[in-house]
């Protein structure tokens, strides 16, 4: 079975501009969980998404915000990049409230 | 207030020796899960453990087990006979129900683990 998996794995933008990552789950996986990971730091919850809704979303400003595709693949979006943004973006999935939580290896964001 | 709290920032062991690393917890929901991951400096989190509230034994998984004291609300990961892969950012993380909809991972700071040999 296909583990997550996120692209892409580095991603190099300036301040002020959009970026894009993505997410697809373990096959059978209907809910996918995004992470902000700043260095030095632990996992900050982001988005939560299943069935193709934004279920919950953590404290995060509403530049952070995604969707989730028939496919229950997803896609982080954050606009007007910040410094602080930079971080590693980690995306999970789990089926619905079931099991454990397997995570892909990530997005580096690094915003200059 | 901190749901999942990790109190040492670092660890160093040598291989083969035993180490514990401490988590506690704090929740009022009676449901809940506990679970260890490992994070290699690849970035990627690797499942360790996973403990549920209603367990009545402690888990194990192969070198790790995981020392659940239900009333003092901790949950500590224990790893026998350290190898020098196990180096890593550990961290412990509990399920909680975040609304009516479902649940999320609250993780801790995490831990350094630094295996010598």
Known sequence: EAGVTQSPTHLIKTRGQQATLRCSPISGHTSVYWYQQALGLGLQFLLWYDEGEERNR???PPRFSGRQFPNY?????????ELEDSALYLCASIRWNQGGYTFGSGTRLTVV | AQKITQTQPGMFVQEKEAVT???TYDTSD?????????QPSSGEMIFLIYQGSYDQQNATEGRYSLNFQKARKSANLVISASQLGD?????CAMRELINQAG???IFGKGTTLSVSS
């Not at chain 1, 693949?73 to 990049?81: D, K, W």
């Not at chain 2, 180096?87 to 961290?91: Q, T």
């Open chain 2, 87 to 91: 180096s890593a950012m550990y961290f």
């Open chain 2, 30 to 38: 009676p449901s809940y899960g506990l679970f260890w991951y490992k």
């Open chain 1, 58 to 60: 953590g404290n995060f």
């Open chain 1, 73 to 81: 693949s997803s896609e982080l979006n954050v606009n007007a990049l």
């Open chain 2, 103 to 105: 649940t999320a991972l």
């Open chain 2, 21 to 23: 690393l401490d988590c």
